[in-house]
């Protein structure tokens, strides 16, 4: 029973390997049949797939070797008829590798076709606008051109409109000077109507002593006249 366990190790490693190859190989198919180029990335994954085939052929001839050696002959049968089957399965495997490498050629040619055809509708379409590119490279320069003299232009008004604001500064300084004069003589006349202003009330003061004083007097007077006695 040990000897049997044993050897049934081997075998299952032997199954699990070949389990793994053909499920990469699958996976490594469908890579190519969706490669969209260049070719040197399909001739990449043809070596892998090349170098998995090899360890799934080598893994399924151990298998093979297995099975001769086994004692029993229903085990021996088995095992061979599974090798078989192994076989067939990567032979349909090769087949659909085939199939995708002819596809992913088919695809690359085409791309490549479209490519140069598209090269050559650009070749047409410079050819094409080389005359609308010199007409608007002329269109261009007369645009500059008018922009130029437009340019000149504004500079002349810019010079014509620094003179005039420069006249007016000069008006305008002359102006304050004056309002500095006015305002000079403004403020004498103000206190010159305030001294007479001062000078006024004064007076007034003075006409009201004097004018009572002599109302004093005359009172004075009649009174000495009239009572005497008083």
Not at 53 to 67: V, Y
Not at 130 to 146: D, H, P, Q, R, Y
Not at 184 to 194: A, E, H, P, S, Y
């Amino acid at each position: 029973k040990m000897a049997a366990a044993a050897a049934a190790v081997p075998l299952r490693l032997c199954h699990q390997e070949i389990v793994k190859f053909d499920l990469e190989i699958k996976a490594a198919v469908q890579d190519i049949r969706d490669c969209p180029g260049p070719l040197s990335a399909l001739t990449e994954l043809n070596a892998a797939v090349k170098e998995k085939f090899r360890h799934l052929r080598g893994r399924i001839q151990d298998l093979e070797e297995m099975a001769k050696e086994q004692d029993k002959e229903s085990e021996k049968q088995a095992l061979l008829r599974e090798v078989e089957n192994h076989k067939k399965q990567m032979l349909s495997n090769q087949a659909a590798w085939r199939k995708a490498n002819l596809a992913c050629k088919i695809a690359i040619d085409n791309s490549e076709k479209d490519q140069l055809l598209q090269g050559r509708d650009i070749l047409r379409q410079r050819k094409t606008t080389k005359e609308s590119l010199a007409e608007s490279a002329g269109n261009i320069t007369e645009s500059l051109m008018s922009i130029s003299r437009m340019m000149s232009q504004q500079v002349q008004q810019s010079e014509e409109t620094m003179q005039t604001l420069a006249n007016s500064s000069r008006t305008i300084l002359e102006a304050n000077e004056e309002f500095k004069s006015m305002s000079g003589t403004i403020q004498l006349g103000r206190k010159l109507i305030t001294k007479y202003n001062r000078r006024e009330l004064t007076d007034k003061l003075l006409i009201f002593l004097a004018l009572a004083l002599f109302l004093a007097t005359v009172l004075y007077i009649l009174k000495k006249r009239l009572f005497p006695f008083l």
